[in-house]
């Protein structure tokens, strides 16, 4: 059982930046494609980010081009999320998630593994 610990939210003013992290439990991190989503209260869980096994192939989401990276560190066993020019509708709780393979990667339901989530409250 692979485990996923995400840290880095907290309460930021609009403009401003943070940088989520997700730690594996296990060196499976450096095989798996790893994605980065977010859920607002009362809203379905939304695609953000995705990073290829190897980190040579990123996907986003329209909404985060050009505010959001994603990158990582397979040595450390951590893909990280780089937030900038945050704005209040990107308040949610933010979610890191395993799946093999770098297809469909913007669909929640083909990943194997998720953490438990942190929450990024972003205020006006």
């Known amino acids: 059982q692979v485990q996923l610990v995400e840290s880095g939210g907290g309460l930021v003013q609009a403009g401003g930046s943070l940088r989520l992290s997700c730690a594996a439990s296990?060196?499976?991190?450096?095989?798996?494609?790893m994605g980065w989503f977010r859920q607002a209260p009362g809203k379905e869980r939304e695609f953000q980010a995705a990073?290829?096994?190897?980190?040579?192939?990123?996907y986003y989401a329209d909404s985060v081009k050009g505010r959001f990276t994603i990158s990582r560190d397979n040595a450390k066993d951590t893909v990280y999320l780089q937030m900038n020019s945050l704005k209040p509708e990107d308040t949610a709780v933010y979610y890191c998630?395993?799946?093999?393979?770098?297809?469909?990667?913007?669909?929640?339901?083909?990943?194997?593994?998720w953490g438990q989530g942190t929450q990024v409250t972003v205020s006006s």
């Open positions: 296990r060196r499976t991190n450096s095989r798996y494609a």
């Open positions: 998630a395993a799946k093999g393979g770098w297809n469909r990667v913007a669909r929640a339901q083909q990943y194997e593994y």
């Open positions: 990073i290829s096994w190897s980190g040579g192939s990123t």
